[in-house]
């Protein structure tokens, strides 16, 4: 929400994708998430998350680099004209099982960049506890513990109960999933820009590969 803060009652494949991208992630390829199933869907509980309300421009920190204009700091204490404290509903006590898919993208120049190579890689990453930085549902500061599972266990693995529920309009990226395949050396960069879906719930299961929600997926247009 725009003044309090309220998480959704599941994380978002942006979240689940952000986890994969911190154990291993290179530029000639990325992660389609496939699904998010729920082992345990958690508890509510609230708290007061302190923030900051103004922000730095990049202009702005270019000229006190320089040294044209003083440093101006952001003043993030309690009782500074720049704090500011807001009440967060969110989740603990989570646990899920993320399956996603792993494409090339342009940058990458087979042979040498190939899919066995990376899914090698990150099966021995995952499998080790190893990750390039600490993985985060949605926030850094809710830091996740992940694990490695082989497709058979995947299989057997009980999840919650959770039949069935519209959990209407979600966040699904802070990048459109078309972008991501289409990154080239010519022009490297995936431009941010969000991109919501239409989310439902069927026997614990969060079904969210874009080819098969694709008629669920909204594009926020800007209009000048």
Known sequence: MKVERVSYPIMTPSAARGVLEAIFWEPQMCYIVDRIAVVKKGRWFSFRRNEVSAVISMDSAKSWMRGKTPVKFIEAGGGSSDAAQRNMLALADVEYLITAEVRLTKRAKPPGDNLGKYLD??????SRGKCFHRPAL??????????????????????????????GLMLYDVFDPEHREVASDDDPHVRPGAVFFRAAIANAILDCHPDRVADCIVRPRVST
């Open 121 to 126: 890689e990150i099966r021995k990453r995952a």
């Open 138 to 167: 949605g926030c850094r500061e809710f830091s996740a513990d992940f694990d490695w599972m082989e497709p058979d266990a995947i299989q057997s693995c009980k999840l919650a109960n959770w039949p069935e529920e519209d959990l």
